[in-house]
């Protein structure tokens, strides 16, 4: 190929709590394997895209922003390749995601979508949920304090109440699961599947022969998370799951682009790959 120009535009600050600096190295990682692939990158910060737009038709992007989001839904529309789809990043706001792997019977926590000014203790007594997750539903997370872990419905009420005088409107309730919290990384399409046990203290990647909790089947995990991508339309993705002891997995989260700490260098380059299959598959052996 020649002549390759992408617009790589990289994840506002706002949108990277605790990670801005894993953020930018998974980014300038990539971007520097596609240049040794011989293409030009052009590197855009979030507030740059939305104010003066971009000319490539390729973009790379970690964009959350919303008018971002709506600004790649529309390039794509015209033709260009966005990598992360626009539709993909908005598909996991979290409202927006609960209900499509809901909907999509992908195994998911049960939850219960709410405006944060609503009475809910009466609701999750009937639910009989007591220990639970809230979490920010109408926006990507920005702060720590947008997933709180609750033990029972007085505190959901008060914390639900804090989310509202924040000017955050929706929530996500999820019930909380026991089990072993597991961290997983992938590219949809590609063999590139890398976890770890977010319980243990060693970040020591495991495998299959390796199976903890009981029963626990790798090929299963990788199997839900690309099902996950697929259906949220996200190439490039990462997450939580939970895995409890009969081997049962449920995911918890799913990000657009996460940033690939425990396994960056190998990462770095299979999205690389990934990107550079998909101009390939879009605009033949020359653009």
Not at 138 to 159: C, F, G, K, L, W
Not at 188 to 206: D, I, K
Request: hydrophobic share 40%; proline share 3%.
């Amino acid at each position: 190929m020649a002549d390759i120009k992408i617009a790589g535009i990289m994840r506002a600050a706002a949108f990277s709590p605790n990670h801005i600096g894993n953020d930018s190295t998974i980014f300038n990682a990539v971007a520097e394997q596609l240049r040794k692939r011989g293409c030009i990158v052009n590197v855009y910060s979030e507030e740059q895209f939305i104010a003066s737009g971009v000319k490539e038709n390729i973009i790379v992007n970690m964009c959350r922003e919303p008018r971002a989001i709506e600004l790649l839904q529309k390039l794509e529309d015209n033709g260009a390749l966005v990598i992360n789809s626009g539709y993909g990043i908005e598909n996991c706001v979290r409202e927006r995601m609960a209900r499509i792997l809901l909907g999509s019977n992908i195994p998911y926590p049960e939850s219960i979508i709410v405006s944060t000014d609503e009475a809910i203790r009466e609701t999750l007594t009937k639910a009989h949920i007591s220990a639970c997750w809230i979490k920010r539903g109408d926006s990507h997370t920005m702060h720590n304090e947008d997933v709180t872990y609750v033990r029972h419905p007085e505190e959901a009420q008060e914390i639900l109440q804090e989310y509202f005088l924040r000017g955050i409107k929706r929530a996500v309730i999820n019930r909380h699961l026991e089990g072993e919290l597991i961290k997983f990384y992938g590219i949809a399409g590609t063999s590139f599947f890398y976890w770890l046990s977010a319980n243990n203290s060693s970040s020591v990647r495991r495998t299959a022969a390796k199976k903890t909790p009981a029963d626990f089947d790798e090929e299963k995990l990788k199997a839900l998370c690309n099902a996950a991508a697929e259906i949220l339309d996200v190439s490039i993705y990462g997450g939580d799951c939970v895995v409890d002891n009969d081997g049962k997995m449920r995911i918890i989260d799913f990000d657009d682009w996460p940033s690939f700490a425990p396994c960056r260098q190998e990462a770095s380059t299979q999205i690389a790959k990934f990107i550079m299959s998909a101009i390939k598959d879009r605009f033949g052996s020359h653009k």
